[in-house]
């Protein structure tokens, strides 16, 4: 009788046969990795470790590491915009929205945001009766704005609004690094490498898994994370793929018209041949993909037997990878940059759906 399936974190389920098969295309495309010199490849968390010893004592021993101090990423050295676009940006840099223009927002996601907790901790308090609003105890569904008064146990808070243009970045994420801010096997994740953001954080506008370097935008506006991840938005994620294999025309027509993978259909909008040497073993493909489920284009590569030795995100939506960002440097988008993005996504300066009558950001 064939193993039972085992549940997922995400809600599937895995074959323990399949899993084992997946370890040893890990274990493959480890030593690949090694033989190629990508010394940053790292073992995903949760497959055994190329050494046998399993990705508990793997992380055991990480956790037990004495902490190690993360150096900061480079920033991008630019030339000096020219005078228009640095003009437009100084004027956006200094505009700041009327409170009164502002909407309400849901209590536990103002307190979030203003980093009194996270949004479950706060629902908790709010259900414990830990937070009054102009001095009434809260309940899950008030909704808060910048005349509110708000104490969380006893202790006045004052919240933090979005009254300007939010901050992004674009980051070169290195193979090893993990778009997380807590790892319990102690890698280092993006966030350790990105500058501090003061009176705010940052949120991932998607994520790369371990082993994928690329292309990661980051921002202070959840609205904006939020908007750009949005299925229903289907931005285009464009990626370099080098594999060890060739896929067949029919195989690339089978991936455009879709395939069945566990969790789902799954296709690339487009996929196209990008060379390789005649007689070597990797070929490149570019392909664009409009989901971003958990390694989704590895997957589908494997589901021909095509192991990928390397992934790299080259573009999100209509933001590219610049040629001059390598591995390891951000460079942050001036003011002009943010409120372009902001409009592209239809979102007013401050993050809220676009409405007639024009972006404050203007």
Known sequence: MA????????????????????AGRGEAAFKHERQFGNKNFAVPGGAPSPDGRG?????????????????????????????????RSARLRETRVDYSNIEPVRLQKALAASGVGSRREMEEWIEAG????????AELGDKVGPQDRVTAKGNPIKLKWAD??????????????????????????????????????????GRLDVNTSGLLLVTTSGELANRMMHPSFEFDREYAVRVLGELTREQMKEMTSGIELEDGTAHFQRISEQGGAEEGANRWYKVVIREGRNREVRRMFEHFGISVSR???????????????????Y???????????????GLTSTGQIKVRGGDAAK
Do not use: C
Request: aromatic share 6%; charged share 30%.
């Open 130 to 137: 830990f937070i009054t609003v102009n001095g009434k105890k």
């Open 311 to 329: 992934l790299i995100r080259v573009r999100f939506g209509n933001i590219g990878l610049p040629p001059r960002l390598k591995r390891g440097q």
């Open 3 to 22: 193993p039972a399936a085992q549940s997922r974190r995400d809600g599937s389920t895995q074959n323990p046969d399949s899993r084992r098969g997946n």
């Open 55 to 87: 990705s508990n004592e793997f992380g055991k021993a990480r956790r037990e590491a004495p902490a190690v101090k993360v150096p900061r990423a480079k920033k991008l050295a630019l030339r000096a915009p020219k005078q228009e676009i640095a003009e």
């Open 164 to 205: 300007r243009l939010p901050r992004v970045i674009m980051y070169h994420k290195q193979e090893g690094e993990i778009v997380s801010r807590d790892d319990p096997g102690g890698r280092v994740t993006v966030f350790d490498r990105l500058p501090q953001a003061k009176s705010s954080r940052w949120v991932a506008i």
């Open 331 to 345: 460079y942050e988008l001036n003011e002009a940059e943010v409120a372009a993005v902001m409009k592209w996504a």
